[in-house]
């Protein structure tokens, strides 16, 4: 079990950026994969970023590639999602989410085990 805390969302302006940060309990943290999922109002929680366990593979949707980047420090339980260029489209909660498979087995929210509990960010135009 490893308990997911996300932090960093906020208010900006179209054109700002923002760091969300993932700190997650416990020591299995470095056998997971991670992902960052966002949902906005009335529409699906849909992938946005997500990275294997030792950092090695990273895969970006393609609505926030070259905009978004997704990192972790193992040493320090934590996953961030660096998002630059920010768009009012990019409006939602943001959810961090822990995969118990070292690898990026997908795109599909149903294969991570773990959520955090969300963070709002909202772009203003």
């Known amino acids: 079990q490893v308990q997911l805390v996300e932090s960093g969302g906020g208010l900006v302006q179209a054109g700002g950026s923002l760091r969300l940060s993932c700190a997650a309990s416990?020591?299995?943290?470095?056998?997971?994969?991670m992902g960052w999922f966002r949902q906005a109002p009335g529409k699906d929680r849909e992938f946005v970023a997500a990275?294997?366990?030792?950092?090695?593979?990273?895969r970006h949707a393609d609505s926030v590639k070259g905009r978004f980047t997704i990192s972790r420090d193992n040493a320090k339980n934590t996953v961030y999602l660096q998002m630059n260029s920010l768009k009012p489209e990019d409006t939602a909660v943001y959810y961090c989410?822990?995969?118990?498979?070292?690898?990026?087995?997908?795109?599909?929210?149903?294969?991570?085990?773990?959520w955090g509990q969300g963070t709002q960010v909202t772009v203003s135009s």
């Open positions: 416990g020591r299995t943290f470095p056998t997971y994969a």
């Open positions: 989410a822990a995969d118990r498979s070292t690898a990026l087995r997908g795109t599909d929210p149903e294969m991570y085990d773990f």
């Open positions: 990275i294997s366990a030792r950092g090695s593979i990273i």
